[in-house]
């Protein structure tokens, strides 16, 4: 069975303090709210209810881990990009998101979901911009496809993969829907490739 189909919630934490030891390469889902991120967690994995999203702005955020049996861990990232969201929960969400990426060595890639109707909305490229000097692979997820017919799914992987070259920010790009199950085995297959190529990081470092 894929590693990604052995995941178990493992903790959510709520600051920097509260992430789990490093173990194993780490695989960080980010996407804004409501893009359809849990469902393409629970599609991966498998599962019904493995992944839950907080539907409320202004809840306190967390970052969920969840463990992929012996192979490495999954890192669920709180949604960015509410609008109406208060000065201090994006302080909050920039410490915590911000001392994710600053400090998790064992970070293996990044799955970045937007929504394939409306790829790279502002608050896409905000994120892709700020995730720039991390060191690690991305993947971006084009969610909720089945709401676009054949010739719109074509055209709109061929316009974000372009969007992405020509800001410099590669990426591979998949058309992906929980619902239809569109992308769910390349996008798994893919994450498998990175937890198997992932060094782990030298000791003292
Ligand atoms: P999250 O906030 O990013 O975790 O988003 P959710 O996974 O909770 O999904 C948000 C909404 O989009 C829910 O109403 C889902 O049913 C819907 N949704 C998620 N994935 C898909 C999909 O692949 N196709 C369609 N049509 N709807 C989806």
Redo the contacts with the bound molecule.
């Keep these: 069975m894929s590693p990604i189909q052995q995941a178990r919630f493992l903790l959510s934490a709520a600051t920097v303090q509260d992430f789990p030891s490093e173990a194993g390469p780490e695989l960080a889902f980010a996407?804004?709210?409501?893009?359809?991120?849990?469902?393409?967690?629970?599609?991966l994995a498998g599962r019904r209810r493995l992944?839950?999203?907080?539907?409320t702005p202004g809840r306190t955020q967390t970052i969920n881990f969840y463990a992929l049996g012996d192979a490495g861990r999954l890192a669920d990232l709180p949604?960015y990009g509410y609008a109406s969201v208060p000065q201090a929960l994006r302080a909050s969400w920039d410490a915590l998101i911000g001392g994710y990426f600053m400090g998790r060595r064992t970070l293996a890639g990044v799955v970045v979901?937007m929504d394939a109707r409306h790829p790279l909305t502002k608050n896409d490229r905000n994120f892709l911009e700020w995730l720039r000097p991390a060191p690690a692979p991305r993947l971006v997820l084009l969610?909720?496809?089945?709401?676009l017919s054949r010739a719109e799914r074509a055209k709109t992987l061929a316009a974000t993969r372009a969007a992405l070259d020509a800001a410099a920010l590669s990426s591979e790009v998949l058309v992906?829907?929980?619902?239809?199950g569109e992308g769910v085995d390349e996008a798994r297959a893919q994450l498998e490739r990175w937890l198997a190529n992932k060094k782990p990081p030298e000791k003292g470092n």
């Excluded at 992944?51 to 539907?55: C, G, I, P, T, V």
């Excluded at 969610?143 to 709401?147: E, F, H, I, T, Y």
Aim: hydrophobic share 30%; net charge positive.
């Design positions: 996407g804004r709210s409501n893009v359809g991120k849990s469902s393409a967690i629970n599609a992944a839950f999203s907080s539907k949604g979901l969610s909720k496809a089945d709401k992906f829907s929980s619902n239809s």
